[in-house]
Structure formats: C-alpha cells, structure tokens
C-alpha cells in the first residue's frame, strides 16, 4: 500500500479487510451441529401441541427433557417457546417456576424416550407419567439417499412429457 493512494482506495481496502475476518468469525457459527434426531422429533412434537410459530431455545442441544412455555398476557397471542433442560428433577422445578411466573405451561417432552410427558402436582411435588411413545426418524445414510434420487430422477425422465423438455435449444435465459 503506497501513501500516494487516495484515501476511497485505503477505504475500500479496509472495508474488505474486516469483511474477511467478520467472515472468518461467522464461518464456524454457520457450520453449527446438526440437531440429534430426538431433538427433531421435540420439535417436531412442539409444533402439533404449540402451533407452527415455535422459538427454540439453544438449552435444547443435548438435553434429556424438554417443555413448551407460552407468557400468559391480557392481549395478542404470545409465542411459545421449546426450552430443554438436563434432568426431570430440573423439568419439575420449571414447572413450578413456571406456574408462578405466570406462564402457561403447554407440555413437557422427554428426549431420551422420545415421548411426551403429562404432569400432576401432588402434595406440592410435580410427578410425570409418561406417554406413548413417538415415532423418531432415524437418519438416513448417505448411500440410500443417493440411491432413492437416482430411482426418483429414473421415474421422472420416464414419465416426463415430450414438451417438457429442453424447448429452448439449450441457451440459458
């Protein structure tokens, strides 16, 4: 860099200089862990109970337990939120809190069953039964899935129509 460059140059150099290292700063957030697929299925189960509008909270990566909140308020509808937690010993100390926060509790989930669980407080201790169990989906190997598209991409070439094809002479638009 020569002192004679004009100043919108050393400008310029400098903006692309921090977008580089706020690039390099982004890039391992961006590559964040995949979430379990126990953690899918909680949410998955989140969405029947809670509706479609759910806020996750990042305490979900590796928890045990987990339960749905909604903020009980006089107007508008409030929105819920997943919030995982270590232990059921944990989960029904934030049942309790909850209650007296003035939150409304709409379920609570179990992570390492994969069912939901209903709550009861009795003599002043919350106790949890467990649910029928749900269905996880299990992760699918590279391998099939390249197998299934490859039979996908066969019934389609087969079915497609003859106008459906490359019409436009192969230029790009």
Request: net charge positive; charged share 30%; hydrophobic share 35%.
């Amino acid at each position: 860099m020569s002192n004679d460059e004009p100043e919108y140059l050393k400008a310029i150099r400098r903006t692309r200089e921090q977008q580089k290292q706020a690039g390099a700063k982004a890039a391992p957030a961006a590559g964040a862990k995949a979430p379990s697929p126990a953690e899918r299925e909680a949410l998955r189960w989140a969405k029947e109970v809670g509706g479609k509008e759910i806020r996750v909270a990042n305490s979900l990566t590796g928890a045990k337990v987990a339960i749905l909140v909604q903020p009980i308020t006089p107007f508008g509808k409030p929105p819920v939120s997943l919030e995982g937690l270590a232990s059921r010993e944990a989960l029904a100390e934030r049942v309790k809190t909850a209650q007296g926060a003035g939150e409304n509790v709409v379920g609570t989930f179990e992570l390492t069953t994969g069912r939901p669980l209903t709550f009861e407080i009795q003599e002043g201790k919350v106790v949890f039964s467990a649910g029928p169990p749900r269905q996880i989906m299990k992760a699918e190997s590279p391998e099939r899935m390249i197998r299934r598209a490859a039979k996908q991409a066969e019934i389609l070439a087969k079915t497609r129509k003859v106008d459906d094809r490359d019409r436009g002479g192969g230029r790009g638009r």
